[in-house]
């Protein structure tokens, strides 16, 4: 079974670049059928897709975050990761990374445990 | 403002049928399918139906989706006091460069 773990900073200072790596469990990665994701959730709130990309490194972004993110693969060492700059306290959230389904662009069938991000000086 | 629109909550008693809708336009849910998925208090999202109305390995067929036109539906028979949770709709939307998109989902209480 596939796993994924999020890591992160914890806490990000405003203005300053947030980065984020996804481990994905060995053997699993490499495989041209599936993308891969970032999904946030705000305290409280509901979920918001970031980006996606493919094992080759072909992209999607979030319309309102796309000047700001880089998602980007190391097909070396099995991990995905996500840069978002100028972080502000709207950006305080639950970070997911998730595997996309084949089956459909919106269907993300196996999911990290997430990590919690605060912007705060 | 989610661009997928759901009720903030629905509720109902154990063995009830209760369903959730989800609205969208002719870019997101009007060409493209629907996933639904379910989230417990303090876990991960789970895929719950994709494609519209499939189920994943595991999921209980007292779970089942729909679509029609620019809408979605998620029905659940058979309510028990475990599913209680949160509901979020999900689909691609072919506008600006096409982007994922989010209902702002749905509280499910059992009584």
């Known amino acids: 079974q596939v796993q994924l773990q999020e890591s992160g900073p914890g806490v990000v200072k405003p203005s300053e670049t947030l980065s984020l790596s996804c481990s994905v469990s060995t053997g699993s990665f490499s495989s041209s059928s599936h993308h891969w994701a970032w999904i946030r959730q705000p305290p409280g709130k509901g979920l918001e897709w970031i980006a996606s990309i493919s094992y080759s490194g072909t992209t999607s972004y979030s319309p309102s975050l796309k000047s700001r993110v880089t998602i980007s693969v190391d097909t070396s060492k099995d991990h995905f990761s996500l840069n978002l700059n100028f972080v502000t306290a709207a950006d305080t959230a639950l970070y997911y990374c998730?595997?996309?389904?084949?089956?459909?662009?919106?269907?993300?069938?196996?999911w990290g445990l997430g990590t919690m991000v605060t912007v705060s000086s | 403002q989610s661009v997928l629109t759901q009720p903030p909550s629905v509720s109902g008693t154990p063995g009830q049928r209760v369903t959730m809708s989800c609205s969208g336009s002719?870019?997101?849910?009007?060409?493209?399918?629907v996933n639904w998925y379910q989230q417990l208090p303090g876990t991960a999202p789970k895929l719950l139906i994709y494609s519209n109305n499939q189920r994943p390995s595991g999921v209980p067929d007292r779970f089942s989706g729909s679509r029609s036109g620019t809408s979605a539906s998620l029905a659940i028979s058979g309510l028990q006091s475990e599913d209680e949770a949160e509901y979020y709709c999900a689909a691609w939307d072919d506008s600006l460069n096409g982007h994922v998109v989010f209902g702002g989902g749905t509280k499910l209480t059992v009584l």
């Open positions: 998730a595997r996309r389904a084949t089956s459909s662009w919106s269907a993300f069938d196996i």
């Open positions: 002719s870019s997101n849910i009007g060409m493209n399918t």
